[in-house]
């Protein structure tokens, strides 16, 4: 039996292999590992044919990035956890963008007007006084409408709001995670 085909004993001489090109390690990797990383790449992608797509992508990344592995931060099995997760953070990113402007085209007219046209109709571009959004904010409690007014309308920071209605800095916060919130449940 030759170092190439050598059962593997341990993470130390699986990364060393891996470090040295050796491929009957990296097969060992993907036959101990993949059921498990596609687990964690499917918790994000959930069509099968493109979580196994991420799933090859990552492998080629632990391939060619396997220098990057520092055995003193953690486990290989962490590190190779981390590069599936960004990887299918970056191919739902990738796959929405896509999807995003795959279907559409934008058309710029002689008055600088830009719309959106789909396959089946014209978009006008979206603009916050045509979904009502100051209405809406006027619907809340005064205390939430002053609190938005300040922060997104006049542009202040939670700090500067705080010191202006001179209320907690926690307070702010609360209120504008309720405000939101209800703004939320408006749309």
Known sequence: MNFRSAPIDGEVQLVSRL???D???????YQHYAAA???AVSKRITH???ARDVLQDVFVKIWQ?????????????????????????????????????????????ND?????????????????????????????HPVHVELLEL???NGYTQREAADQL?????TVKTRLRTALHQLKQAF
């Open 65 to 109: 990035h396997i220098d990057r592995y520092d055995a003193g931060k953690g486990r290989l099995y962490t590190w190779m956890l981390n590069v599936a997760q960004r990887t299918a953070i970056d191919a739902l990113r990738t796959s929405s963008t896509q999807k995003q402007m795959g279907n559409y085209q934008h058309v710029t007219l």
């Open 23 to 29: 491929e009957y390690a990296f097969r060992w990797l």
């Open 166 to 170: 001179t209320i907690p800095i926690g």
């Open 112 to 140: 600088d007007t830009t719309h959106v046209v789909d396959q089946l109709r014209w978009v006008l571009p979206r603009n916050p006084d045509h979904i009502d959004l100051r209405q809406q904010v006027n619907r809340l």
């Open 19 to 21: 470090r040295q090109r």
């Open 48 to 50: 099968h044919e493109q």
């Open 151 to 153: 922060i997104y309308f």
């Open 37 to 39: 990383l596609l687990r």
